[in-house]
């Protein structure tokens, strides 16, 4: 085996584990960019869970005929919006209020004093509306609904979001400044390639394409890496801890195809520069730079 081609060889072997390290800091960001985007749509998810978690409970006057609570009732029930749904009669209302009274006396409070009611658990796109409407009919006295706590629930929720969203876009930044680098430095070692095809003639569009094509690779090969490893961590933390809520798949489908989609940009984008900037370099600035 002569000099020459034992030098092809190591310039090979050197190519390759360059390609290699891209793909592999392509991929390892790209999961951490992952990671905190499930992150906060789990957390929107999980806000939407706790806040329909809240009970509203719609207390009837004493003179309401039961006819007209068993219509609404027949009306509200099989309704989308509703979640949970509980009727609590007079001697049911009765009876929870002396055991959270503690009254062991069944002679005291022997009347019924308090009224029929409905408690339920409703999606939370329909709460002002029901509360509207309930207000508004003639049989129904009192609606109840914990607004201080959903609010102080939403203002929690919002404190992380902002936290997760300020790290996500910090975290981006250096993705796309470490991605940057590590495809600068690999098409700094084809620099002569570059100059030497712009040299014998070759198109611009030509160069480009011929880079691009290969870095086009490198953001499919490290976005679908990472979005395997995503889609195992996912699974093996939904194994473990027991979700409650239901999980946001067409958020996270989009936030999928936009790893994916960011992948291919930011190593395309890289690309692009670094040949763009070999391209525009004279032969002497080659070696200097």
Same mark, same amino acid.
């Given at each position: 085996?002569?000099?020459?081609?034992?030098?092809?060889?190591?310039?090979?072997?050197?190519?390759? +584990? +360059?390609?290699?390290? /891209?793909?592999?800091?392509?991929?390892?960001? =790209?999961?951490?960019?992952? /990671?905190?985007?499930?992150?906060?749509?789990?957390?929107?998810?999980?806000?939407?869970?706790?806040?329909?978690? =809240?009970?509203?409970?719609?207390?009837? #006057?004493?003179?309401?005929? @039961?006819?007209?609570i068993m219509a609404l009732m027949e009306i509200i029930r099989?309704?989308?919006?509703?979640?949970? $749904?509980?009727?609590?009669? #007079?001697?049911?209302?009765?009876?929870?209020?002396?055991?959270?009274?503690?009254? @062991?006396?069944?002679? !005291?409070?022997?009347?019924?004093?308090?009224?029929?009611?409905?408690?339920?658990?409703? +999606?939370?796109?329909?709460?002002?509306?029901?509360? #509207?409407?309930?207000?508004?009919?003639?049989?129904?006295?009192? /609606?109840?609904?914990?607004?201080?706590?959903?609010?102080?629930?939403?203002?929690?929720?919002?404190? %992380?979001?902002? %936290?997760?969203?300020? $790290?996500?876009?910090?975290?981006?930044?250096?993705?796309?400044?470490?991605?940057?680098?590590? *495809?600068?430095?690999? *098409?700094?070692?084809?620099?002569?390639?570059?100059? +030497?095809?712009?040299?014998?003639?070759?198109?611009?569009? $030509?160069?480009?394409?011929?880079?691009?094509?290969?870095?086009?690779?490198?953001?499919?090969?490290?976005?679908?890496?990472?979005?395997?490893?995503?889609?195992?961590?996912?699974?093996?933390m939904l194994e473990i801890i027991d979700f409650q809520y239901?999980?946001?798949?067409?958020?996270?489908?989009?936030?999928?195809?936009?790893?994916?989609?960011?992948?291919?940009?930011?190593?395309?984008?890289?690309?692009?520069?670094?040949?763009?900037?070999?391209?525009?370099?004279?032969?002497?600035? !080659?070696?200097?730079?």
């Amino acid at each position: 085996m002569n000099f020459t081609s034992l030098k092809y060889k190591k310039h090979t072997s050197r190519l390759e +584990s +360059s390609y290699v390290s /891209v793909i592999v800091s392509m991929t390892l960001i =790209l999961f951490m960019v992952g /990671v905190l985007g499930t992150l906060l749509v789990n957390v929107r998810a999980m806000s939407r869970h706790i806040k329909e978690q =809240l009970p509203m409970e719609i207390f009837f #006057k004493n003179d309401a005929a @039961q006819e007209q609570i068993m219509a609404l009732m027949e009306i509200i029930r099989p309704s989308k919006f509703v979640k949970k $749904f509980q009727y609590i009669d #007079k001697d049911q209302a009765m009876k929870i209020a002396k055991k959270e009274l503690n009254i @062991q006396d069944e002679n !005291l409070l022997e009347y019924q004093i308090f009224p029929a009611s409905i408690r339920m658990t409703i +999606s939370i796109d329909y709460v002002d509306r029901i509360i #509207k409407m309930m207000t508004n009919l003639a049989i129904v006295d009192e /609606v109840k609904y914990p607004r201080d706590l959903l609010q102080e629930i939403h203002s929690n929720i919002e404190k %992380w979001s902002i %936290w997760i969203i300020g $790290f996500a876009i910090l975290f981006l930044v250096i993705a796309i400044a470490l991605i940057n680098n590590a *495809i600068r430095l690999s *098409i700094y070692s084809k620099r002569f390639i570059i100059k +030497s095809m712009q040299l014998v003639g070759a198109k611009r569009s $030509f160069i480009y394409s011929t880079f691009l094509k290969r870095s086009l690779w490198w953001g499919i090969f490290g976005g679908l890496i990472a979005l395997i490893a995503l889609t195992i961590l996912s699974y093996y933390m939904l194994e473990i801890i027991d979700f409650q809520y239901k999980q946001d798949y067409y958020t996270l489908g989009g936030l999928a195809l936009g790893i994916f989609l960011l992948g291919i940009i930011i190593s395309s984008g890289s690309t692009y520069l670094a040949v763009r900037r070999f391209l525009r370099s004279t032969t002497d600035e !080659l070696y200097h730079s």
